[in-house]
């Protein structure tokens, strides 16, 4: 299994530039998370999905939007980016809210 | 909804020595706890977790403690090891999908 995956791993967007985080996993996990994580800080929930064609806000869901079609893949898209969205992007599944979070590799975003 | 609270923020002990980090959470509705281990540049890791009806869970150096009434659990870690060194993140949730709340994390430093 390759578990969590997310590409790309490193971008450099313009402000106002748009872009789609990409993650997916192969464990068949109902649940998936997105989470952003600013320099030297925690993890802060950005949007979840309890399966597929369920969606719901976290902490800090503003400037972002999330899809989930299909079990596997739980895109992130930002639109008008800003220089407060350079950080770095973990997606993470897991069976339910109960169990274990495997996180992908994470993607680094520059905002400039 | 569910805050979670982490101390210190960093810790230095001597190798060989043990380390305790603490974590307090607001949501009596939360039922499990998990640890995190963070290294540099890598993504969150799953070290142990704990379930609202254990007190307390071991794996090998590594411990884990629960207080339902106090509204308190925590980390601990005897005979640190330099490959210990990481940001220890804390995690607090219930089964219904809408709190999964991380603490700040706290940077363990163990020096030879």
């Known amino acids: 299994n390759a578990g969590v995956t997310q590409t790309p791993k490193f971008r450099i967007l313009k402000i106002g530039q748009s872009m789609t985080l990409q993650c997916a996993q192969d464990?068949?996990?109902?649940?998936m998370y997105w989470y952003r994580q600013d320099p030297g800080m925690g993890l802060k929930l950005i949007y979840y999905?309890?399966?597929?064609?369920?969606?719901d806000k976290g902490e800090v869901p503003n400037g972002y939007n999330v899809s989930r079609s299909t079990t596997e893949d739980f895109p992130l898209r930002l639109e008008l980016a800003a220089p407060s969205q350079t950080s770095v992007y973990f997606c993470?599944?897991?069976?339910?809210?109960?169990?274990?979070?495997?996180f992908g590799p994470g993607t680094r975003l520059t905002v400039t | 909804g569910e805050n979670v609270e982490q101390h210190p923020s960093t810790l230095s002990v001597q190798e060989g020595d043990s380390a305790v980090i603490k974590c307090t959470y607001s949501?009596?509705?939360?039922?499990?706890f998990p640890w995190y281990k963070q290294e540099l540049g890598k993504r969150p890791q799953l070290i142990i977790d704990?379930?609202?009806?254990?007190g307390e869970k071991k794996d090998q150096r590594i411990a884990v403690t629960l207080n339902k009434t106090a509204k308190h659990f925590s980390l601990h870690i005897t005979e640190t090891q330099p490959e210990d060194s990481a940001v220890y993140f804390c995690?607090?949730?219930?089964?219904?999908?809408?709190?999964?709340?991380f603490g700040p994390g706290t940077r363990l430093s163990v020096l030879p």
């Open positions: 464990m068949n996990h109902n649940y």
């Open positions: 993470a599944s897991s069976w339910d809210n109960s169990y274990e979070q495997y």
């Open positions: 949501d009596s509705a939360s039922n499990y």
């Open positions: 999905s309890v399966g597929a064609g369920i969606t």
């Open positions: 995690a607090a949730s219930d089964n219904y999908g809408q709190n999964f709340v």
């Open positions: 704990i379930r609202s009806n254990v």
